[in-house]
């Protein structure tokens, strides 16, 4: 199985809708996936804005989902929920991802979490 990344793009919008409202990721994944949320939820990042890199997975060439990083301490409301539970040393990560059930096979995303963190942690 081939892996890639790439920054995501305006251009992707349709595609994230798309993927949004399939019945897994929507039980998951609870953003709308109306053209003005997805703007207003993933434009700053695109812009530079926000502090968080969010990315489109490809799988074998094929556009297959979304992979996020993210500094905790740039999310308050995390850091307001995670503290009392848990240590959060400085420079803390995290991932949040979503791969689309129209691309077949098992393991996919224990693959496309290793090759994130080989690649671009």
Known sequence: MDVGFRLLARSDFDTLGRWLR???IAWWWSDDPSPAAIEGTYGPAI???EATDVYIVSIDGR???LMQRYRIADQAEYVDELAPLVDLPDGVMSIDYL??????????GTAVIGW???RLW
């Not at 791969?99 to 996919?108: A, K």
Request: without cysteine; aromatic residues 4%.
């Open 22 to 24: 399939e019945p897994l």
């Open 47 to 49: 812009d530079g804005s």
């Open 63 to 65: 556009d297959a989902g």
């Open 99 to 108: 791969l689309s059930q129209d691309v077949p096979g098992g393991g996919r």
């Open 116 to 118: 994130f963190v080989a």
